[in-house]
């Protein structure tokens, strides 16, 4: 900020003494130049203020926005424990009409921890925080444990994922943990937006010292105007908001800033109506 302010005073000095030298006396052009530079400078010391102001109040919100994440986290997970209790059956069996009650503050509970962990990640990322294990990580294995995961919600939703990969692969180098919630959110969203219809397919191949992974599916896809949004903070296409699918519109910046932190990269290709096929590339183990 301050050379580009630099720059302009120095070209608008110059110009200023080149144009006025042409029409004034000498003194009227010192007297013109200094006139200038100092309302350069308290234009930019006013603009360099604001920049300052802003960066603090993001700085502050961002802290904030950590703070009470930490604060939600401690109740949601007694509100979890207790209901785990309830669902064990050792405070006594409940009735239909309480267990229909009991699934919905169940569901609203685990929303509410998804997007509390969400909002921690994210403010670990603004605040330069998120420290990464990378290690020798089979993606092969990763990902058949996250298919297995995903198949109940596949046979309710009538889905089908396919993985389409060698055994063999090589392994690469990453933190599998962060991979793990990387993948899974990519599958997830996969199979609300597909509405139900159609696969998942999962491929993955060896592309020189990388692995190339892409998740595509036959959903709703992305509006070709949206596009350049999706890995933005909150962010959700105007279609996908018409199925009122449950998220926080998190998932895909952070997936983004981990996968580019693992050195890799991570893009997408989407028609609105026919699909979205999400790539990402991580280095093989040396």
């Not at 301050?2 to 030298?21: C, D, K, P, R, S």
Request: charged residues 20%; proline residues 3%.
């Amino acid at each position: 900020m301050f050379f580009v302010i630099g720059l302009i005073n120095i070209m608008v000095m110059v110009g200023t003494y080149f144009i006025a030298n042409r029409y004034v006396e000498p003194e009227f052009v010192a007297l013109l130049v200094l006139a200038v530079t100092a309302f350069i400078f308290i234009i930019g010391h006013f603009i360099t203020q604001s920049f300052t102001k802003l960066a603090q109040a993001n700085k502050m919100k961002t802290e904030f926005v950590s703070i009470a994440s930490h604060q939600l986290r401690t109740p949601l997970a007694g509100v979890r424990w207790s209901l785990n209790l309830f669902d064990s059956g050792h405070l006594g069996q409940l009735t239909e009409e309480q267990k229909n009650f009991f699934v919905l503050i169940k569901e609203g509970n685990e929303r509410m921890i998804r997007l509390v962990n969400d909002l921690l990640d994210v403010s670990r990322i603004e605040m330069g925080r998120v420290i990464l294990v990378p290690r020798q990580t089979n993606l092969y294995i990763l990902v058949e444990k996250i298919i297995k995961n995903f198949a109940p919600l596949c046979q309710a939703s009538n889905m089908q994922i396919i993985l389409d990969a060698d055994e063999t692969l090589p392994t690469v180098y990453s933190d599998p943990d962060k991979l793990y919630m990387v993948i899974q959110n990519l599958i997830d969203n996969a199979i609300k937006y597909s509405k139900g219809k159609g696969e998942v397919k999962i491929t993955m191949k060896q592309e020189g010292r990388l692995i190339k992974t892409s998740i595509k599916d036959s959903g709703v896809g992305i509006p070709a105007k949206q596009q350049k949004f999706i890995f933005q903070k909150f962010f959700r296409s105007d279609n996908v908001m018409k199925y009122q699918t449950a998220g926080t519109g998190l998932g895909l910046f952070i997936a983004k800033s981990i996968i580019e932190q693992s050195k890799g990269k991570i893009w997408f290709e989407s028609v609105e109506g026919q699909g979205t096929t999400f790539y990402f590339t991580l280095p093989i183990f040396k």
